[in-house]
């Protein structure tokens, strides 16, 4: 009644309005900052020369053309629910893929024996893994299985492996869609995979805290790494050594002969991409905090750090000289790095895109041993419910809020 009287809504109000929740000064410094960097990006002479993309910058590739040893292009995966295809020179878009429903979270292409790029794969928000053309833009294929995200897909040989928010990486044949194999070890969500120099082992980063190092023939796990306190959030494997980037704060480089940890890197905030320069002297990181920091691994001091990302440093790529980075603030951009900012260490003028050796060309896989894993598969525990982290529900927080176009 006495709503009618004062003609009061009395009912619940929400808001998505990020102006009408409570923000500390913290927050309010980092959206002046944010909006300063990105009037700065509209410049001219905007660090890194930024190439502006419709929405949020999740992951890319870097394809060279073979004739003149470039890059030319790179497949970007969006938060707009596609794969965009971008000329790196003219900044323009040259071809997108359409037909997921959720955001793209990983990108991965396929070479033929002359170097050409003919088939994608992208995997999804979706729980769905894509294979397209790669130069029509035809739909292929579509790889279901998962029952949550998928976070990361990798091609080794005629083997599509994904890595998903469910706990689990599947092996899949790239010709049939057909799934061979299932990896159970983790109870929270993988968040990468990369292989061993070899290509016969298989690495994954996981929101439990652990890496593990898997037989990819069989789908045993050799090895637990631990030494991370919290999300693992991207690995890198070089020379021999594995490197991996946590929401502890810090990224690791582990001794792949004992499995232990032999150096670390601080960061004043989650630690969320990496990439290593050629040799192995320095280390490239991306951050929750926008920065891009360049590591001397022998001494584990940053020895150069790159503003202009208005976001979080979502993935990095590292091309002779040159760094490449994307960023949840919309854009990819370039950094050349001269010798005097590596403390006088010039690093690999080599301009091919440094592709891991299972993604160049569609080779066959290792042949696997006779063994089966069917009793080693039964005798495991079963996998701890997943849930999601403090780290995992932000990070679904910031890819869910506005794309910066």
């Keep these: 009644m006495l709503s ?20 500390s000064d913290r927050d309010l410094e980092l959206e002046r900052t944010r909006n300063l960097k990105k009037q700065e990006s509209t410049a001219k002479d905007a660090p890194g020369n930024p190439i502006s993309l419709p929405s949020k910058v999740l992951a890319f590739t870097l394809v060279a053309n073979t004739a003149n040893e ?34 793209v979270t990983s990108v991965a292409v396929v070479y033929d024996q002359d170097g050409k790029d003919v088939a994608i794969f992208s995997g999804s928000w979706d729980k769905t893994v894509r294979k397209w053309d790669a130069q029509t833009g035809a739909l292929l294929a579509t790889f279901t299985g998962h029952t949550d995200f998928i976070k990361r897909v990798l091609i080794n040989g005629r083997t599509l492996y994904s890595a998903s928010s ?17 990896f159970k070890e983790h109870t929270r969500a993988v968040e990468d995979i ?75 905030d989650f630690v969320r991409s990496l990439a290593v320069f050629p040799g192995g002297a320095h280390l490239v990181t991306g951050s929750r905090d926008e920065n891009v920091r360049v590591f001397d691994v022998a001494s584990e001091k940053c020895v150069h750090s790159l503003g202009g990302h208005y976001g979080e440093v979502s993935d990095i790529k590292i091309c002779g000289a040159t760094i490449w980075t994307a960023s949840l ?77």
């Design 4 to 23: 009618q009287e004062l003609d009061v809504d009395l009912a619940p109000n929400f808001s998505s309005d990020p102006g009408n929740f409570f923000q």
């Design 70 to 103: 470039q890059h030319q292009y790179a497949y970007i995966a969006e938060s707009a629910h596609v794969v965009r295809k971008v000329d790196l020179k003219s900044g323009k878009s040259m071809m997108v893929f359409r037909g997921h429903s959720g955001p």
């Design 329 to 405: 603030d919309g854009t990819i951009r370039q950094w050349p790095i001269a010798a005097t900012d590596l403390n006088g260490s010039k690093p690999s003028a080599d301009s091919q895109p440094q592709q891991p050796a299972q993604q160049q060309k569609a080779a066959p896989p290792p042949s696997a041993p006779t063994t089966t894993t069917s009793s080693s598969s039964s005798s495991r525990k079963k996998k701890a419910a997943v849930t999601m982290t403090e780290e995992e529900e932000r990070e679904l927080a910031e890819l869910m809020g506005e794309d910066s176009d």
């Design 194 to 268: 990369v292989f061993s120099d070899d290509g016969i082992h298989l690495y994954s980063a996981s929101s439990d805290t652990t890496i593990k190092k898997w037989d990819s023939r069989t789908g045993d796990v050799v090895a637990t790494l631990e030494g991370h306190l919290t999300s693992v959030y991207a690995l890198c494997v070089t020379e021999g050594s594995l490197w991996s980037a946590s929401a502890d704060k810090t990224a690791k480089r582990w001794d792949l002969d004992t499995n232990e940890v032999d150096s670390s890197f601080d960061h004043p």
């Design 166 to 182: 469910d706990g689990t990486i599947r092996a899949w044949d790239t010709e049939t869609a057909v799934c061979a194999r299932v």
